[in-house]
């Protein structure tokens, strides 16, 4: 008796001869032959199996998957690997079939970057994008993202069909119902990834906006919960995101979403990436989702319960804060360190400048989560903030005084070599002057030895000081209410730099709240120095404060806010105790017209001050002081107050 011959296994040339039939029945034989024993990795058998059954073939099958099912399963039901592929379900099953089965060997023919960059691929993504809206079951899912992924990172033109297309307005709404970890939630990321790095500024509008709040919700959950290669995928697109140049316009869609979840999830994240050993580049961009968080829900974000999958009970609800803390201190060392050697150490050339700015990004990064967590603290003890215990409060105490002994050694270290100009220095002297607004003994010798120079800092796109003034006006404010402080400034050039800086911000246009509150700092700041002149035997240079009293007479005459009146003419009294109108009309820019403007300032200064508030007695003895012992009382303020000074010398 004979034996039994062994069946013979599928050929590429039987499959090549089916996908080359007439009948379509063939030419589905052959695909599902390609399935069967192909392999995806076999690039030229794909591109042969792609030329012998043609793309229209393709098309129709895809869009359709109307085909006979009895004369299409005759043919094939007989091997047995199309009966586990296919089932014995009914032809609407069959049809879903068909449908896996154009996609499963369309995604592995754009493994081939020829076929997948080929205008017809790029031309099915609107169809695969329409398939995904319809919500197919998840492996008919998984083979869209593979195909939709393969193809836009073939090709730019395939990106921008995708981002045309709707891409994201599909995918968004379904990321949230993807199994945690699966291939098609990895693939979706990946997607993802690519066109947050290439959607166009001007493209963006509420609905994208809403779409992409929809994504950073869902990844969220992917980034808190797995503990895989896919969790640092999910912190790239986080990352990618809010550091896109759109991000700021994320914000409200973030805040406004009914589910508070992904804020926990973001938190749980950050948490797990910080105590963990891994690269310093994930540490950083866990910092950077940290910075964003707090920029979008408020530095309360940083206190909160944090659940580990791998951990039993919940951490404790400082965690966050103290990782975040002590995170950005390592970064801020390391960095200014690496910065300092290269603008100072390194040979020339030996850097890029893409590589400087990027440490300056990062720097600049790690010191906005630092004067957040101040501004945190600094809530301590009221409704807003809460620590666990005093020992926590400490510690970010310390920890505080140790970063800001850093940024001061780094801003000496410039001034050593003579460098004033740089975005990085300003930022340092932002930095440390959030800290001393709200303890301004804090390193105390560094701050004296530093301060002139800190005021004489300047960013990369200024012209002369400025902002770093404005960053230091609250801890100038605090120093001079005590002689000490007034004797230190008045020693130095620091009160010509706030004089200067109070003079821009009262000639700038469309002054916002900000500007408004840096004014009265500054105000109160010369008004502490002009208080205390005698005291600290203080001798005023008299160009400087002329410019002075003509911007004041400029502030008050653009208002009718009884304050400013009142505030402006406060310092110009003050500076009358120790001029004349002889020097004052010797001084350049100075004229007949610029006193008439100061009377006038006098004369509302008088009419108002006492009528509102009792804090006002002080001012209006300032007032009433500095008008009677300048020469302006005996001409211009008699001109122009005769009655409102009368009425108050006698009152």
């Known amino acids: 008796m004979a034996e039994p011959q062994e069946e013979r296994s599928p050929s590429l040339d039987d499959c090549l001869k089916l996908l080359k039939g007439e009948r379509d029945e063939q030419r589905l034989a052959g695909l599902l032959l390609v399935t069967k024993f192909c392999p995806n990795d076999d690039l030229v058998s794909l591109k042969k199996v792609y030329e012998a059954v ?12 109307r085909f006979d099912s009895k004369a299409c399963c005759s043919l094939v039901l007989g091997f047995d690997w199309f009966r586990d592929f296919a089932g014995s379900g009914d032809g609407g099953e069959n049809r ?20 997948a960059s080929s205008v017809e691929m790029v031309s099915r993504i609107p169809l695969i994008l329409e398939i995904m809206s319809k919500g197919p079951a998840t492996n008919i899912l998984e083979e869209c993202y593979e195909l939709l992924y393969l193809v836009s990172t073939a090709c730019e033109a395939g990106v921008m069909a995708l981002i045309n297309s709707g891409g994201l307005r599909v995918i968004a709404p379904q990321m949230s119902g993807l199994p945690d970890g699966s291939h098609a939630m990895e693939v979706a990321i990946k997607i993802l990834q690519l066109l947050v790095s290439k959607l166009p500024s001007e493209s963006m509008n509420i609905e994208r906006f809403l779409e992409l709040s929809l994504v950073v919700a869902a990844v969220a959950r992917q980034f808190a919960m797995l503990h895989n290669a896919l969790k ?30 992904w804020a926990d999830y973001m938190r749980t994240g950050v948490v797990s990436i910080l105590q963990n050993r891994v690269a310093p580049s994930e540490k950083l961009h866990a910092l950077i989702l940290a910075e964003n968080m707090m920029s979008i829900l408020g530095e309360k974000w940083l206190i909160g319960r944090v659940k580990l999958p791998s951990v039993e009970d919940y951490l404790p609800a400082d965690r966050c804060l103290l990782l975040v803390l002590e995170s950005s201190h390592v970064e801020i060392s390391v960095l200014s360190n690496e ?19 990027l440490k300056q990004r990062y720097l600049a990064i790690a010191f906005s989560l630092i004067e957040k967590i101040i501004k945190y603290i600094s809530t301590v003890g009221e409704n807003e903030g809460n620590l666990s215990d005093e020992a926590v409060f400490l510690k970010v105490i310390k920890t505080l005084n140790e970063i800001v002994g850093v940024v001061l050694e780094y801003l000496k270290d410039a001034k050593e070599h003579g460098e004033k100009r740089g975005n990085d220095l300003l930022a340092s002297v932002r930095v440390i002057g959030s800290y001393l607004a709200e303890t301004p003994d804090a390193c105390k010798e560094q701050v004296q030895d530093l301060l002139d120079y800190m005021l004489s800092v300047e960013g990369e796109d200024e012209s002369c000081p400025f902002l770093s003034t404005c960053f230091l006006l609250p801890m100038l404010c605090q120093i001079t209410m005590k002689a000490e402080g007034c004797k ?18 009262i000639q700038r246009d469309g002054q916002s ?30 160009s400087t404060f002329s410019r002075l009293l003509k911007a004041l007479a400029f502030w008050a005459d653009g208002t009718n806010d009884p304050s400013v009146v009142r505030m402006a003419g406060s310092i110009c009294s003050l500076i009358f105790d120790f001029t004349s109108e002889d020097a004052l009309l010797k001084q350049p820019n100075f004229n007949g017209s610029s006193l008439d403007s100061l009377a006038r300032l006098i004369a509302r200064s008088l009419s108002s001050s006492g009528q509102d508030l009792p804090d006002d007695a002080d001012l209006f003895e300032i007032i009433t002081a500095g008008s009677v012992s300048t020469s302006l009382s005996s001409f211009q303020i008699t001109l122009h107050c005769s009655r409102q000074l009368l009425y108050f010398l006698n009152r």
């Open 488 to 505: 230190l400034l008045a020693a130095s050039t620091g009160y010509v730099a706030v004089v200067e800086c109070l003079i821009k911000l």
């Open 96 to 115: 879903d079939v068909y449908l896996q089965l154009s996609l499963t060997v369309l995604a592995a023919f754009c493994r081939v970057p020829e076929i």
């Open 54 to 65: 043609g793309t229209h073939f393709l098309d129709r099958l895809l869009r359709t998957g």
């Open 232 to 261: 640092f995928e999910a912190l790239h697109l986080l990352s990618a995101v809010f550091c896109s140049e759109y991000s700021a316009l994320l914000h409200d869609p973030l805040r406004s979403m009914q589910d508070s979840n």
């Open 513 to 542: 709240v900000e500007d408004n509150g840096s004014i009265f700092l500054a105000c109160d700041t010369v008004m502490n120095i002009l208080l205390k002149r005698e005291q600290i035997r203080f001798s005023p240079e008299m």
């Open 339 to 357: 910065l300092a050697y290269m603008k100072y150490e390194a040979p020339k050339n030996s850097s890029t400048v893409e590589d400087n700015l």
